[in-house]
């Protein structure tokens, strides 16, 4: 997929800032907007929007060829089945776009046409992110109201 990486920089900056450290390097955006990257102390890093989940997934560039290599791992990043489903329904994403969820799975939305829509990559980044950071706490069965600035 392709992107501006100074302004996912930027965008996750903002929304996932609170979790994340500085970023030295964005290597890899999926079609529904997860993002791999480096930090500057050498973490690799995968934040999946969807799930509101932002994690070390290596701490080493052979770590990280590992889990590239992962079939199981790659499955989960790519979602053919539902980029496909959703490539038929709004086109293809232009530079900057990406497939997201309007309700993310953690908060019970469903990975279907109903619940994903094109959108902007950037303002997905920062929306998962804020969304992220004001539910970070809660355990099952918590109401919830969310800020949005």
């Known amino acids: 997929m392709q992107f501006d990486e ?13 979790i994340i450290p500085r970023i030295r390097a964005v290597m890899a955006v999926s079609s529904m907007g997860n993002v791999f990257l480096e930090d500057d102390q050498q973490g690799y890093w995968r934040i999946c929007p ?4 932002a994690e070390i ?7 990280l060829e590992s889990v590239f290599a992962d079939p199981e791992a790659k499955a989960d990043w790519q979602m053919s089945g539902i980029v496909s489903e959703m490539v038929e329904v709004y086109g293809e994403p232009q530079v900057g776009e990406c497939f997201g969820l309007v309700i993310p799975a953690v908060l ?5 046409s109903q619940n994903i829509r094109r959108r902007c990559l950037y303002d997905y980044l920062r ?3 804020d969304i992220a950071r004001q539910t970070k706490d809660l355990k099952d069965g918590d109401k919830i109201e969310f800020e949005f600035t």
């Open 127 to 129: 929306y998962t992110g």
């Open 50 to 53: 969807e799930e509101l989940s």
């Open 108 to 112: 019970g939305g469903e990975y279907s």
């Open 57 to 63: 997934v290596a701490r080493t560039s052979a770590e």
């Open 6 to 18: 100074p302004r996912v920089i930027e965008a996750l900056a903002a929304g996932w800032g609170w």
